[in-house]
């Protein structure tokens, strides 16, 4: 059965940390990429950061400098670190697991982040 459980999340005050964790279990996580998606209310979900299966990673330009996303093989677990957090940060945040030929997707429930004061 696969699992992506996502936690970390919370409320934080503009300007501070959060660290989110994705535990995976069921497949083989080094074989997939790992994306950080969220979803603010009343937008679409967007993908905030994502890591390849050798380790590159990818970041939207809002999160650049900001946000750091890794993995641990060993653990099955998928990181993002966010820093300097500001409102507008404020959204569900999800993991992803990625796979191409066949193309395959596994989701994890969320996490919900809320950024203020």
């Known amino acids: 059965q696969v699992q992506l459980v996502e936690s970390g999340g919370g409320l934080v005050q503009p300007g501070g940390s959060l660290r989110l964790s994705c535990a995976a279990s069921g497949f083989t996580f080094s074989t997939y990429a790992m994306n950080w998606y969220r979803q603010a209310p009343g937008k679409e979900r967007e993908l905030v950061a994502s890591i390849t299966i050798f380790g590159k990673t990818n970041y939207a330009d809002s999160v650049k400098g900001r946000f750091t996303i890794s993995r641990d093989n060993a653990k099955n677990t998928v990181y993002l670190q966010m820093n300097s957090l500001k409102p507008e940060d404020t959204a569900a945040y999800y993991c992803?697991?990625?796979?191409?030929?066949?193309?395959?997707?596994?989701w994890g429930q969320g996490t919900q982040v809320t950024v203020s004061s």
């Open positions: 992803n697991a990625h796979r191409w030929g066949p193309q395959i997707d596994y």
